[in-house]
């Protein structure tokens, strides 16, 4: 009856060794898209506008001095 208690024991430490192996699901490649080039083109416009917004205060606090 001991063996038993010994093998079950052991069984379940099998078991939960295997399932907390860390590994999680793999990522999922990154598939391109046909509004992969738009996306690129609003991300580039927006970097643009907060460049001139940034000129455009630079101008005005230099207007203020003044």
Not at 8 to 32: A, R, S, W
Not at 38 to 54: H, M
């Amino acid at each position: 009856m001991k063996l038993i208690w010994i093998f079950l024991i052991g069984l379940t430490g099998l078991f939960v060794m295997t399932g907390c192996n860390g590994d999680g699901p793999e990522p999922k490649p990154k598939t391109e898209t046909v509004f992969d080039p738009l996306v690129e083109t609003l991300d580039k416009a927006e970097a643009t506008q907060d460049l001139e917004l940034e000129r455009k205060r630079r101008i005005d606090a230099e207007l203020e001095r003044q």
